[in-house]
């Protein structure tokens, strides 16, 4: 669908669809058609379908960010919808073995690793969690990837200098 779009686009695209629910209108009818490309500027046309609409939408849309988890927690169903639809957000979870588990394990391998099943070593379940980590963050944040493993490299460390386990020489 829209999830190719071009990154400006795209941008254009949510500003435009929040400009319009905060003048307190529901498009309604958002589909390909109705979205037309002006000169790399995005147009939304067709509001036959259009309702009044107080929004109720209780967070900011921060593009590039993980995905609010329920309708609830966004508070706008047609936004909600659409901006999942074309991949505003980063997933608001990370798969580890078999398992969607909630973002904020990927900040911390160690977390991550609680969640392996039993009959996997705890060896095996960190490596595990940093692998998946290390995939995620390269897919969904490549700008800030960088950074990100240094993060992990000096809570690594933190931890080593903390733990009594004979496994903290490296
Ligand atoms: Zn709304």
């Not at 939304?44 to 993980?66: K, L, M, Q, S, Y």
């Not at 927690?73 to 078999?98: A, H, N």
């Not at 391998?109 to 595990?128: C, T």
């Not at 950074?147 to 931890?159: G, T």
Request: aromatic share 10%; with cysteine.
């Amino acid at each position: 669908m829209l999830t190719r779009v071009q990154s400006a686009f795209k941008t254009g695209l949510i500003h435009a669809l929040v400009a319009i629910h905060d003048a307190g209108v529901e498009h309604h009818d958002l589909c390909r058609r109705n979205i037309l490309d002006y000169n790399d500027r995005p147009m939304i046309i067709d509001f036959g379908d259009a309702e009044e609409h107080e929004c109720e939408r209780f967070v900011p849309v921060e593009e590039g960010t993980p995905a609010p988890t329920l309708t609830c927690e966004f508070g706008c169903v047609e936004l909600l919808e659409f901006f999942t639809d074309i991949e505003v957000w980063t997933p608001s979870f990370i798969e580890y073995i078999d398992n969607f588990q909630p973002i904020e394990l990927a900040y911390d391998p160690h977390a991550l690793a609680k969640m392996a099943p039993s009959h996997w070593s705890p060896e095996e379940a960190l490596q595990e969690a940093y692998r998946v980590v290390v995939k995620h963050v390269k897919e969904y944040y490549p700008a800030q990837y960088d950074d990100w493993i240094a993060r992990l490299n000096n809570n690594q460390k933190a931890l080593d200098s903390t733990s009594n386990s004979p496994n903290d020489s490296q």
